[in-house]
């Protein structure tokens, strides 16, 4: 896979991905051929540790009722 859709599956910018791979940072094995460079690793799944919370509070009384 090449490093910029290896960025792409793991979320991070393809500018980052390519200084890390520069500054010798990348947390996958790569290497350049020509002008592109491969990685060497398969992309793990997304976590799915994660949650999202979706929370209303509402009033037992009425906002727009007329009091009479």
Do not use: F, H
Not at 3 to 31: C, F, H, N, Q, S
């Amino acid at each position: 896979m090449n490093l910029k859709e290896w960025a792409a599956a793991k979320g991070i910018g393809y500018t980052t991905a390519r200084r890390w791979y520069r500054d010798g940072l990348l947390p996958v094995p790569a290497r350049k051929i020509g002008g592109l460079v491969v990685v060497d690793a398969a992309v793990a799944p997304a976590r799915q540790d994660a949650a999202v919370v979706y929370a209303r509070v509402s009033s037992a009384e009425p906002c727009c009722a007329t009091r009479t």
